[in-house]
């Protein structure tokens, strides 16, 4: 598990725009599965991002009237900061099968690409330019001021909804990778980013 463990600060922080679904995937067997307890993972290395997203999560998932626990009463710190096998593994789905769970929710940062912007902003109809100098004039910026472009990232963030029934090797049942830019509050962008989740399962007749 050590490797999976991305950090998933980033998404956490993000604020200045809010989280887009840019994709979603549905198994075609996804109605005939039957969801009623349901683990909330948040891969992170920073432990009060985690729990607050975790806490979240789950709390959403209870007022649709799931029973869904915080993996954080599950996966002790000595499970999460050492490497994991195949057998590990299935000795966590087991346990769980034990404690009445038959999904798991997982959520991580997949991937980050750097963007630039006007550090300039339009503020309104004067800067729709039409006369070349006034154009010009405004932006002419671009050819030295190192500062005149600001660099943001956008991260890729993907969640995944694993059956873990029994007789079934921790099927997936639907997945959906969505973006979100640059960092500002924590509890904001977590219940975006779950407004988002929310949305995409509920579409696709999944839990919400």
Avoid: H
């Avoid at 989280?19 to 979603?24: F, N």
């Avoid at 549905?26 to 991002?49: I, R």
């Avoid at 490497?83 to 590990?88: L, N, Q, R, V, Y």
């Avoid at 995944?160 to 997945?175: G, M, N, P, Q, T």
């Amino acid at each position: 598990m050590k490797y999976c463990v991305i950090t998933f600060v980033a998404i956490l922080f993000l604020g200045c725009a809010s989280p887009k679904l840019i994709s979603s995937w549905k198994s075609p067997d996804a109605d005939t599965y039957q969801v009623y307890k349901v683990l909330v993972v948040g891969m992170t290395q920073d432990d009060e991002v985690r729990t607050a997203f975790e806490t979240r999560l789950r709390d959403a998932l209870r007022n649709k009237g799931f029973e869904a626990e915080r993996s954080l009463e599950l996966f002790d710190k000595e499970f999460t900061t050492s490497e994991k096998t195949e057998a590990d593994l299935d000795e966590v789905e087991q346990s769980l099968l034990a404690k009445g769970f038959d999904a798991i929710l997982l959520t991580k940062i997949v991937g980050s690409e750097n963007r630039e912007t006007f550090r300039q902003r339009m503020n309104g109809i004067d800067n729709l330019y039409n006369q070349f100098s006034n154009d010009y004039l405004n932006n002419q910026k671009v050819y030295y001021d190192t500062d005149y472009y600001e660099t943001f990232k956008i991260y890729t963030a993907e969640t995944s909804l694993y059956c873990i029934c029994v007789e079934k090797d921790r099927a997936l049942i639907w997945r959906g990778n969505i973006n979100v830019a640059e960092p500002v509050k924590l509890e904001k962008t977590i219940d975006s980013y779950i407004k988002v989740i929310e949305n995409a399962m509920q579409k696709e007749a999944i839990l919400f």
